[in-house]
């Protein structure tokens, strides 16, 4: 189970025209947006991360719009595990349980996912989060990383299981976000 006081999400190349391109871009978005907007609401640290955002461009304003006040993190390695600035975060985060979402599925959340799985974090990808150009690589990437041992979970998942009650008022902020 996501402990609300040991979990950060960490958000992977939400950017540029690559964006644009994913299978079912508006489920991604609008997974992504609800998920950030409530874990404001729980405090839950959000890493964000831009693949060379010289080349690719910035991440997507409705995205980028949500994180005001943060910057992200910028990296060339597909895997964030590898970038230094990501290992602090992490490391300042204090989190074990880590969310995963973004694009693409296959390359840089796979990547990513499985090394910090293999570092001994406990990882879970929001499937209804995370996407590629094509459903096909977006359904391999999941795949492979289940059989590696890495859960899954839905945007809606893992905010109840974060929530863990109805009652009080981060409930009712999240709920009002979700429907």
């Known amino acids: 189970m996501l402990d609300r006081n040991n979990t950060a999400l960490v958000l992977v190349d939400i950017q540029g025209n690559l964006a644009g391109l994913m299978h079912d871009k508006h489920n991604l978005y609008c997974n992504v947006q609800k998920l950030i907007r409530s874990l404001k609401v729980l405090n839950i640290p959000i890493i964000w991360l831009e693949q060379n955002p ?10 980028a719009n949500l994180l005001e006040g943060q910057s992200p993190i910028s990296k060339m390695t597909f895997s964030a595990y590898t970038n230094k600035e990501f290992k ?7 989190c074990k349980q880590i969310l995963v979402a973004g694009i693409e599925s296959h390359v840089c959340v796979y990547q990513t996912v499985m090394d910090l799985h293999q570092a001994g974090f406990e990882v879970e990808v929001i499937s209804d989060a995370v996407s590629s150009r094509t459903q096909s690589n977006k359904q391999l990437a999941l795949l492979k990383m289940q059989s590696q041992g890495v859960q899954l979970t839905s ?25």
Do not use: C, Y
Request: charged share 25%; net charge negative.
């Open 54 to 63: 010289e080349g690719i461009g910035p991440t997507v304003p409705v995205i």
């Open 155 to 179: 945007t809606e998942m893992a905010l109840f299981e974060l929530l863990g009650t109805s009652e009080g008022q981060d409930f009712k902020e999240i709920i009002k976000i979700i429907k």
């Open 88 to 94: 602090q975060a992490l490391t300042a985060s204090k």
